[in-house]
């Protein structure tokens, strides 16, 4: 199997008005093609900080993150939004759609950010709505859809460019359980489809059972569970 995502000796201070605030220091972790895994562990430990790191959101301390054996942070800022713009899906708790677009729009952007033209992002847009089951939806804005009916088109659009790693936080976070079920019960389908690695930041053990590993973030630590 072959090597996704490497973190290698990964820290971050954040800088406070008196000294900085150590996150973490020293983590590693490794996922190979088509692992999952989940990461757990309480409020405020670290684990959004971890994962916007994995994904070049953000920019460590010490340490570096490795997509397919690249240092992500040896790259220029162009080189490395197109390497998060194709291979890289995000997924947030709180959706983060655009509120003036259409699912389909919201879907589209990221093959229109990869220079497809825009006759092709919204047939590829179009296709991935409808493996999340909503076809019906993509005229709808935002404020038009439910909860889960937001984070179905999220995760089109986190896949629209058929990344190597999804990187979800908290994805059924802030919806109800049921709902949540239908979500995680998607994601797990279309991981097992395309077959992406992921990692899903979660507080809920039914997302961490559908992964093949567990961590448990503790104290500046990550620690593999199962
Ligand atoms: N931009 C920032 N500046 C300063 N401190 C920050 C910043 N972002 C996060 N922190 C701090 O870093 C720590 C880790 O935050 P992080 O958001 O990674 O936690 P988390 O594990 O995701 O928590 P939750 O489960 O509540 O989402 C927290 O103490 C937080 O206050
Ligand atoms: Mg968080």
């Known amino acids: 199997m072959s090597e996704i995502v490497r973190a290698v000796g990964l820290g971050k201070e954040y800088p406070l008005p008196k000294g900085t605030l150590r996150v ?88 229109l950010m990869a220079g497809f033209p825009r006759e092709k992002a919204m047939a590829r847009a179009a296709a991935v709505l409808a493996e999340v089951g909503l076809e019906d939806r993509a005229s709808f804005r935002p404020a038009q859809l439910s909860g889960g009916e937001m984070q179905r088109v999220a995760i089109a659009r986190a896949l629209a460019n058929e990344p190597l790693l999804l990187l979800a936080d908290e994805p059924t976070g802030n919806l109800d359980w049921k709902t949540g079920e239908l979500v995680l019960r998607l994601l797990a389908d279309l991981q097992a489809r395309r077959g992406f690695a992921a990692v899903l930041v979660t507080h809920n053990e039914k997302v961490a059972a559908f992964c093949r590993k567990t961590y448990l973030m503790e104290r500046g630590d990550l620690k593999r569970l199962a």
Do not use: W, Y
Not at 24 to 45: D, H, I, P, R, Y
Not at 54 to 59: M, P, Q, V
Not at 86 to 108: C, D, W, Y
């Open 24 to 111: 973490f220091s020293g983590l590693e972790f490794c996922l190979e093609e088509g692992e999952t895994a989940a990461v757990m562990g309480v409020s405020g430990v670290g684990k959004t900080t971890f994962l916007n790191l994995l994904g070049a959101l953000d920019r460590p301390s010490e340490g570096t993150v490795r997509l397919e054996e690249v240092d992500l942070f040896s790259l220029g800022s162009r080189e490395l939004a197109k390497v998060r713009n194709r291979k890289i899906g995000f997924v947030f708790q709180f959706f983060h759609l655009l509120p003036e677009f259409t699912s389909m729009e919201n879907v589209a952007i990221p093959a």
